[in-house]
């Protein structure tokens, strides 16, 4: 069965400094990967995805992620945080194949909070 | 291009009581996705249509939940009666036809049943 693990309910970090917010998976196949985020009261906001080529992905705000096969996992990063980044994120996996409905397995999420 | 519509934003009910939420999808996006969001916990899916069929329902509690997508666009899930622990934000997705993988979420629908 195909699962997320977000081991850190939240990530505290001061403004100006690089932050890591940690995903690892399970799927029994390739994976396709995405992280989302998600300010109060809103939906879930698209940041970037990992589908198949460069391990390293680049998103949107400055967000980047990369996969690492061996370790199953997909780290989101940034290289200097914002006050503004202070949001709830989630990682999601689905598994690649034309047999897989799409469905996205989402983590459960990490608050990052970013102090001035 | 609009995003996903969702209405209403807030709702509370007593239990067993009856309610319904409503999706508009972005234009043109044939697959379209009900999640339910608990608080402190990630999305989990109820159920997904592809146009106007059902693609996977097995997470749906078929015995109080519902969802029609008529004519593949709007899309309305009902809970008919509510319970306490049906509390939560229900989410609606969307997904264009190309490779693009990732799903457009809209604002949620927050329901609180006392």
Known sequence: ?116 | EAGVAQSPRYKIIEKRQSVAFWCNPISGHATLYWYQQILGQGPKLLIQFQNNGVVDDSQLPKDRFSAERLKGVDSTLKIQPAKLEDSAVYLCATTGTGVSYEQYFGPGTRLTVT
Do not use: M
Request: some cysteine; proline content about 5%.
């Open chain 1, 1 to 116: 069965a195909q699962s997320v693990a977000q081991p850190e309910d939240q990530v505290n970090v001061a403004e100006g400094n690089p932050l890591t917010v940690k995903c690892t998976y399970s799927v029994s196949g390739n994976p396709y990967l995405f992280w989302y985020v998600q300010y109060p009261n809103r939906g879930l906001q698209f940041l970037l995805k990992y589908i198949t080529g460069d391990n390293l992905v680049k998103g949107s705000y400055g967000f980047e992620a990369e996969f690492n096969k061996s370790q199953t996992s997909f780290h989101l990063k940034k290289p200097s945080a914002l006050v503004s980044d202070s949001a709830l994120y989630f990682c999601a996996v689905r598994e690649a194949g034309s047999s897989n409905t799409g469905k996205l397995i989402f983590g459960q999420g990490t608050t990052l909070q970013v102090k001035p």
